[in-house]
């Protein structure tokens, strides 16, 4: 009898444990960064050298820096740097580097082949091996990513896959965006994994990772 | 009137890793909402749990969850018994999952209908209410 009585008490358990996989969501969600008025006010310093250039002279070793409202400072760095025009409506990066560290003390590292900002549209993309690393284990990959700065959106260009320490996620297309109807003190973010969804989650892991 | 039974199944490993498959997921933060929809799939071990749309709601402080619900076509298994309904819902703190709308549980060779099947974990046992009848399969 108890074998059958132990049986579903590890529904409950495995209900439990289940499901703050969701706090792996959670955890991805960071990448909406902060909140979206804080990106549409977000300072982009654009160094005065890059504003008065020739178009197509290139600059070695370019890096942005500021903060946002919300307080995460971040680095935006590159091999090189090719404004279209001297007052440039959009910069092309090569191997750009993003660097955030949260005011909340958490760092995320992202690379990738190559990547433009285009300053007139508020916009941003990272191509080619785009990974982003966060400090407390999180390692995501995928072959591009859109960046809509007034909106505070972001979307993949293609599959991703996430892998954490207490589980992992892989999809066709994943979306991150602020959902403005709801009021702005909630995290408004909402994250779309779609194009197939595939979720696994380690529950003995649950109690070793932090 | 009613009928409750006890149920039996293998003993179930909740360490064991956790699949969920589906069409797509969708993360609320400020519903604090979790919705996986389109053929949705929770596996572990022999327990699964299908349906069109499986959506969990987790408390405020994101490492609970306070309850998961199906819609659609809902299946579950715990290896031994199978159980399907058009909606079930899982009370996490009562440890309750209630299945309701065209509810048939099938256990060994014996197949019950009824409008409700509630499924208590904690004491492994089940009720069915409303129009409950046993359909005797013959061997």
């Known amino acids: 009898m108890t074998a059958r009585r132990d049986t579903y008490s590890t529904v409950v358990k495995w209900t439990k444990r289940i499901l703050p996989l969701f706090a ?3 955890l991805i969600s960071i990448f909406t960064l902060t909140k979206g008025d804080a990106l549409r006010n977000g300072t982009l310093f654009v160094p005065p050298e890059v504003l008065n250039l020739a178009t197509g002279q290139k600059i070695t070793n370019p890096h942005f820096s500021g903060v946002t409202d919300a307080g995460d400072a971040y ?5 090189a740097a090719l404004p279209d025009a001297p007052k440039p409506s959009r910069i092309d990066l090569e191997n750009p580097r993003l660097e955030i560290n949260t005011h909340k003390g958490l760092t995320l590292n992202s690379t990738a082949q190559s990547g433009a900002l285009n300053i007139k549209s508020h916009s941003a993309n990272l191509r080619g091996d785009v990974i982003l690393e966060t400090s407390n284990g999180y ?5 591009g990513i859109e960046f809509n700065l007034k909106t505070g959106s972001a979307t993949s260009a293609g599959k991703v896959q996430v892998e954490g320490p ?7 297309q994943f979306s991150v965006f602020q959902n403005t109807s709801t009021d702005a003190r909630r995290n408004q973010g909402v994250l779309k994994f779609s194009q197939g969804v595939r979720l696994i ?3 003995s892991e649950r109690k070793s990772a932090k | 009137q009613g009928a409750s039974l006890s149920l039996s199944s293998t003993p179930h490993d909740a360490s064991q890793p956790v699949e969920v498959t589906a069409d797509s997921l969708t993360v609320d933060q400020a519903s604090r909402t979790a919705v996986f929809s389109g053929s949705a799939r929770v596996g572990q071990g022999a327990m699964r749990l299908g349906a069109d749309q499986i959506q969990v709601t987790y408390s405020d402080t994101a ?3 306070s309850k998961v619900s199906a819609t659609g076509s809902v299946v579950f298994t715990n290896g ?3 159980a399907e309904a058009d909606r079930a819902n899982y009370d996490v703190a009562k440890g309750l999952l209630i299945m309701q709308g065209n509810v048939l549980l099938l256990q ?12 208590d974990v904690l004491n492994n046992s089940a009720n069915l209410t409303g129009n409950v009848k046993t359909v005797l399969v013959p061997k």
């Open chain 2, 80 to 82: 031994a018994e199978n």
């Open chain 1, 24 to 26: 792996l969501l959670l």
């Open chain 1, 139 to 143: 390692l995501a990959q995928g072959q």
């Open chain 1, 166 to 172: 207490i589980g992992s996620i892989t999809a066709g």
């Open chain 1, 201 to 203: 989650y380690l529950p």
């Open chain 1, 75 to 79: 680095l935006v760095a590159a091999d």
């Open chain 2, 63 to 65: 490492s609970e969850i």
């Open chain 2, 108 to 119: 060994g060779g014996n197949a019950f209908s009824a409008d409700t099947l509630e499924l």
